[in-house]
């Protein structure tokens, strides 16, 4: 990264005349506290549209490139009266685990008057609630958040209501099975696709016959949600009805989490049909992605293998 002092990016922030240049984004990455402060004491006098930009380029830096880390302005943004950048940095913290983010994320649940956010800031904590269930954050530290996904759960906004569903599918609570039960019951496919989110979270294959049964919804949201958890449940036997749905299926996103998820499960023939597949691709993004799946397969195949060959402790020799 060549050195370009701060005040020269802050002088290019604040000029409206002149669009802001790309090439200075990554350089919000890592802000030292004298840079953070230097813009936070900008900030209150940068257009609105302007600052909305900045944060929509920040955020496809940082999903281009997940070691660039804005944390720091993103945690300060928090507080911003502006909805768009509050969500903005939400989705900047996405790989953030620092535990001051937890208290910070709960007081948005709670108290943010827009369910967007409300939204975006349950969906985070369910990284809290996975590393809690790891054992990697004590559980009197997550309670609070427990209590206050299960009522957001009931809220009366219904995307609120889903992502809190989804989050709460990482916790184990007696409380949990039956809400997800009742959303695959539910008419509505986003409720049906949550409730498939929240199985896929909870790394339970009880869930075997409703994700399984899912594969072959009309619905796209569903069939994506249903193809994605398959994998990540390791669901043996939904190989080969994913192995049939690779001819099938015309949703690129859809056709991508099959794959995806048949590289996660293996098995007798996965290796040959992606590997047709790769020698029929011609999209160079469709390429990468089946070598990619042909990697992750190998990693797949070679944790079976790895298996196979443990021995048990406790047999007798």
Same mark, same amino acid.
């Given at each position: 990264?060549?050195?370009?002092?701060?005040?020269?990016i802050?002088?290019?922030?604040?000029?409206?005349?002149?669009?802001?240049p790309?090439r200075?984004?990554?350089h919000?990455?890592?802000?030292s506290?004298?840079?953070?402060a230097a813009l936070?004491?900008?900030w209150?006098?940068?257009a609105?549209?302007?600052?909305?930009?900045?944060?929509k380029?920040?955020?496809?830096?940082?999903?281009?490139?997940?070691?660039?880390s804005?944390?720091?302005?993103?945690?300060?943004?928090?507080?911003?009266?502006?909805?768009?950048?509050?969500l903005?940095a939400?989705?900047?913290?996405e790989?953030?685990?620092a535990?001051?983010?937890?208290s910070?994320?709960h007081?948005l649940?709670?108290n943010?008057?827009q369910? =967007?956010?409300?939204a %975006? $800031?349950a969906? +985070?904590?369910?990284?809290?609630?996975q *590393?809690?269930?790891l054992e990697? @954050?004590?559980?009197?530290?997550?309670?609070?958040t427990?209590?206050?996904?299960?009522?957001a759960?009931?809220?009366?906004?219904?995307h609120?209501?889903r992502?809190?569903?989804?989050?709460?599918?990482?916790?184990?609570?007696p409380a949990?099975?039956?809400l997800i039960t009742t959303?695959f019951?539910?008419?509505d496919?986003?409720?049906?696709?949550?409730?498939?989110?929240?199985?896929k979270?909870?790394s339970?294959a009880r869930?075997?016959?409703?994700v399984?049964?899912?594969?072959?919804?009309?619905d796209q949201p569903v069939?994506? =949600?249903?193809?994605? %958890? $398959?994998?990540? +449940?390791?669901?043996?036997?939904a190989? *080969?009805l994913l192995i049939?749905? @690779?001819?099938?299926?015309?949703?690129?996103?859809?056709?991508?989490?099959?794959i995806?998820?048949?590289s996660?499960?293996?098995?007798?023939d996965?290796?040959?049909?992606?590997?047709?597949?790769?020698?029929?691709?011609e999209d160079?993004?469709?390429?990468e992605?089946?070598?990619?799946?042909l990697?992750?397969?190998?990693?797949?195949?070679?944790?079976e293998?790895?298996?196979?060959?443990?021995l048990?402790?406790e047999?007798p020799?």
């Amino acid at each position: 990264m060549r050195e370009i002092p701060f005040s020269t990016i802050l002088n290019a922030l604040a000029d409206p005349a002149r669009a802001f240049p790309k090439r200075y984004l990554e350089h919000f990455s890592d802000l030292s506290q004298q840079d953070l402060a230097a813009l936070m004491q900008l900030w209150p006098q940068i257009a609105s549209t302007r600052k909305r930009s900045l944060l929509k380029g920040l955020v496809e830096q940082f999903q281009e490139d997940t070691l660039l880390s804005f944390d720091d302005l993103a945690m300060q943004l928090l507080s911003d009266p502006d909805e768009e950048l509050r969500l903005s940095a939400l989705l900047l913290l996405e790989e953030t685990r620092a535990p001051r983010l937890l208290s910070r994320l709960h007081d948005l649940l709670t108290n943010d008057p827009q369910p =967007a956010v409300r939204a %975006a $800031a349950a969906h +985070l904590l369910g990284n809290f609630i996975q *590393l809690a269930e790891l054992e990697e @954050l004590p559980n009197e530290k997550i309670a609070p958040t427990l209590a206050a996904l299960l009522a957001a759960v009931t809220d009366t906004d219904g995307h609120l209501a889903r992502t809190a569903l989804e989050a709460l599918g990482y916790a184990t609570h007696p409380a949990v099975p039956g809400l997800i039960t009742t959303a695959f019951a539910h008419p509505d496919p986003q409720w049906q696709a949550a409730a498939l989110n929240a199985a896929k979270n909870s790394s339970d294959a009880r869930w075997q016959e409703q994700v399984l049964a899912a594969l072959n919804s009309p619905d796209q949201p569903v069939r994506l =949600a249903a193809a994605e %958890a $398959a994998g990540t +449940l390791e669901l043996k036997p939904a190989r *080969l009805l994913l192995i049939s749905l @690779l001819e099938e299926e015309d949703d690129d996103e859809v056709l991508q989490a099959i794959i995806w998820s048949l590289s996660q499960i293996g098995g007798e023939d996965v290796r040959t049909y992606l590997q047709t597949l790769l020698d029929e691709a011609e999209d160079d993004e469709m390429i990468e992605f089946l070598e990619d799946a042909l990697l992750n397969l190998s990693f797949t195949e070679d944790n079976e293998a790895f298996d196979l060959l443990a021995l048990d402790p406790e047999d007798p020799e």
